[in-house]
T-cell receptor, first 112, second 119 residues
């Protein structure tokens, strides 16, 4: 089965850098995705890592270590609008690989 | 158009009612999904359609009945629901259901959801 663990809550101040970790156990592995969800909103795709290393997209970066079954999302120059829930996700190879399983989720609170 | 549109946004229904949730996308995506999300929890997969055929049913009770009339539309028919079925129901789509990975295939586009309350 699939298991993805994240810290439940992270608090940081505006302008700071924050890292959200994700450790996973899967029966097969394509790559690790990250989604952002504001309260009452839809999850939106942030990033995807299939290979080890760091992927940078503007203020957001995502890192993957396949050997450690570990990844993280790095948010720089935090803004109030970054307050949201963040989910890591992996694709299950069963069922044709169309099952995307989400992690437990991390609520990020950005304070002034 | 990079949107997934869901209707209605809110729905209140009794346990004996029959209702349907609707989802539409015009991005040419061939995989469509229904997820259920409780407050402060991650989305949980219910159903996946690949090329208009049901490919995954995550042991969902039969009171939830999905339908994919064509490649752009996805419905979820609801009947005899229970109060514990109250949740946010999210529809999503992705480009290629082959499951071969890659950034394009991994990106799911979600609708804003239907907030369902069962009384």
């Amino acid at each position: 089965g699939q298991s993805l663990e994240q810290p439940s809550e992270v608090t940081a101040v505006e302008g700071a850098i924050v890292q959200i970790n994700c450790t996973y156990q899967t029966s097969g592995f394509y790559g690790l995705s990250w989604y952002q969800q504001h309260d009452g909103g839809a999850p939106t795709f942030l990033s995807y890592n299939a290979l080890d290393g760091l992927e940078e997209t503007g203020r957001f970066s995502s890192f993957l270590s396949r050997s450690d079954s570990y990844g993280y999302l790095l948010l720089q120059e935090l803004q109030m609008k970054d307050s949201a829930s963040y989910f890591c996700a992996v694709r299950d190879m069963r069922g044709g690989g169309n099952k995307l399983t989400f992690g437990t989720g991390t609520q990020l609170k950005v304070e002034l | 158009d990079t949107e997934v549109t869901q209707t209605p946004k809110h729905l209140v229904m009794g346990m004996t009612n029959k209702k349907s949730l609707k989802c539409e996308q015009h991005m040419g995506h061939r995989a469509m999904y229904w997820y259920k999300q409780k407050a402060k929890k991650p989305p949980e997969l219910m159903f996946v359609y690949s090329y208009e055929k049901l490919s995954i049913n995550e042991s969902v009770p039969s009171r939830f009945s999905p339908e994919c009339p064509n490649s752009s539309l996805l419905n979820l028919h609801l009947h005899a629901l229970q109060p514990e079925d109250s949740a946010l129901y999210l529809c999503a789509s992705s480009q290629d259901p082959s499951g071969t990975g890659g950034r394009t295939n991994e990106k799911l586009f979600f609708g804003s959801g239907t907030q369902l309350s069962v009384l």
